[in-house]
């Protein structure tokens, strides 16, 4: 159970990342072109797409499908973004318990 201080802690720590968030997830032109390098040879979700439409001719079904894979990915991108928050928010809270500063 939380006492009061550690509440605070929480509150100031989500207060923090929420200010920085907008800079944490800005891509730099650095950023743009390491993603499109490690990136270059995925892709997966066009070829995936390809496949499924040769299975069917149903347009109605092919967008209940492309609708799924987005939503899929969606909800990957979601759980990286919680795990970012956390990890930041994990790092900040080490340095401030060993008095570094970031």
């Known amino acids: 159970m939380f006492n009061l201080s550690e509440t605070k802690t929480r509150t100031v720590l989500d207060n923090l ?3 920085r968030e907008e800079n944490l997830c800005a891509l730099t032109d650095v950023d743009k072109q390491k ?3 490690i990136t270059s040879n995925n892709d997966s979700y066009d070829k995936l797409f390809k ?3 040769n299975l069917s001719n149903d347009s109605e ?3 209940k499908v492309r609708d799924s894979l987005d939503s899929y990915i969606d909800k990957i991108n979601i759980i990286g973004a919680y795990e970012n928050e956390k990890f930041y928010k994990t790092r900040i809270c080490r340095c401030n318990k ?3 500063r970031l």
């Open 17 to 19: 990342f929420e200010c």
């Open 61 to 63: 079904k092919l967008e």
């Open 98 to 100: 060993f008095n570094f």
């Open 51 to 53: 496949i499924i439409e």
């Open 35 to 37: 993603i499109k390098l």
